[in-house]
DNA sequence: ATAGTTTCTTAACTTAAGTCAACGTACTCA
DNA sequence: TGAGTACGTTGACTTAAGTTAAGAAACTAT
């Protein structure tokens, strides 16, 4: 729905009917179905996107093997390759499930922040958010053990462990997936 | 020196006498002394930190250890923790060589946006390009034994394998010393 | 210069992750 | 619905990281 971006930018900023407006016509909003693939490694990309609803995964191959390194899903930027360069992208981006997301692009952003300077400033602000919470993540993985990292990942994205098949959480963990099966019969063990 | 900060700007933005007035009056540049804790982990904090000069280190304790989280060297901007909300530190920031360091807090920032409309965008896109290169330094962590973070460490890093003790590299790579000490050593081995 | 501390290395041992292979189950799609 | 693929679990084995302890080397400060 149009109303979900509105909602999520209300809790920061006033969201005048222009604005909204703007938004809607801009067809930044698009809908995807599950398996469709927004972003292909090795290309350079001209988008940027946010995850209104739904779920994107983003993975590489490493060795053969594929390799996921994030999950995106409902309000979540998407912080893979910095669009406006022509540098290829590292990753796929890859529904996974059928998403409702939010695709920028450089002319698009800038239109809208000349229109809506609040919008620039908004962004920033939550930008730093984004990348406090984000250090933040990448210094507990560096500190926790294979199981604690688990553990902190069932505790900090409870849904996902539902929606997502295990082995490429176990990648997301930096784990092979006998490992990650291994210590979820071992959390069983020891609490039986 | 002041002109070090202008340099870094004026790579990006054209940079006024006026705008490098403002940053040389507000006090931004600061000086501090090798073993100088900027921010103590526990304490709320006001402030955000761009290294000029030097090497800060953040760094938290868990269980009894002291783990290394990040390094900050020359032209990077300290990522942890956003001034102006009131949760305490998760990490301490320690300067581990003398250091020319710029200090901010959200009155001056709000001012100079104020002044400088052109620096809170710049900050925007610089923003977003480090949180691109974050996104991928974490994602080859996860995929990355701990030999290769190692290896990777060297490449990308040559001068901090210089500047700073091999402990805290280890704990930076998320491993025990001993374990880099036996890396190092199964890498001698194979090159003789 | 030297005593005291911190840092790095080494060794022996324990634990768990990686690897390879096999098997059962679940999903999918023609 | 039935064949084929993808997924999760298990087992045996290999490899390397964690742990503990001790000693050597480097650094710090008086």
Request: proline share 5%; with cysteine; net charge neutral.
């Amino acid at each position: 729905m149009e109303n979900e971006i509105v909602k999520y930018l209300s809790r920061y900023i006033p969201v005048t009917k222009e604005l909204e407006e703007a938004i809607v016509q801009s067809g930044f909003i698009k809908f995807f179905k599950r398996g469709t693939v927004l972003l292909e490694a090795g290309k350079p990309s001209n988008e940027c996107y946010f995850v209104i609803k739904g779920c994107v995964r983003s993975y590489c191959f490493k060795d053969g093997e594929e390799k996921t390194t994030e999950f995106y899903t409902e309000e979540q930027a998407i912080t893979v390759s910095v669009y406006g360069k022509n540098k290829p992208s590292d990753f796929y981006l890859e529904c996974i499930e059928d998403a409702i997301v939010g695709v920028g692009n450089p002319e698009l952003e800038d239109e809208m922040y000349r229109k809506f300077p609040e919008l620039e400033s908004l962004n920033r602000v939550l930008g730093e958010a984004i990348m406090a919470k984000y250090t933040e993540a990448f210094a507990e993985f560096k500190m926790a053990s294979p199981m604690e990292r688990y553990l902190n990942f069932l505790k900090t994205r409870p849904d996902l462990n539902q929606r997502v098949p295990q082995h490429q959480i176990a990648s997301y963990l930096g784990m092979k997936p006998e490992s990650l099966s291994r210590i979820r019969k071992r959390m069983i063990m020891k609490k039986v």
